[in-house]
């Protein structure tokens, strides 16, 4: 059986984004989903690291429940002052860069 154009087309194009849920210490559940191609370059092409950190969260968490964002723009500052470490930040930092793969990426270049 051969492989047509729009068979391989249709089994591309109807990829679905990668999605981690993430229980937070009250309980409550975030849906952490990967970018999109598009959204992946925009979020690159911002210079600022805490832009580009802070968009990395506001695109990719969502409320469970209702599929809304949990973040908008005006929300940069406050997590640019969470804590670092272990804690909310780095429990939702560490499910977006697993959905971006970066985690392989990153445990591949420090075997080097």
């Not at 679905?16 to 849906?31: A, L």
């Not at 949990?70 to 780095?90: I, R």
């Amino acid at each position: 059986m051969s492989t047509t154009r729009d068979t391989l087309r249709g089994s591309i194009f109807s990829a679905k984004p990668r999605v981690t849920e993430v229980t937070m210490d009250n309980g409550t559940v975030v849906e952490v989903r990967q970018p999109l191609v598009g959204q992946l370059l925009d979020m690159s092409s911002i210079e600022n690291a805490k832009t580009r950190m802070a968009r990395m969260l506001v695109t990719c968490c969502y409320i469970k429940e209702t599929g809304e964002l949990l973040f908008d723009d005006t929300d940069e500052e406050g997590l640019m002052n969470l804590p670092s470490g272990a804690g909310t930040y780095q429990t939702l930092m560490d499910a977006v860069q697993a959905n971006m793969g970066l985690v392989p990426q990153m445990e591949d270049a420090a075997k080097k």
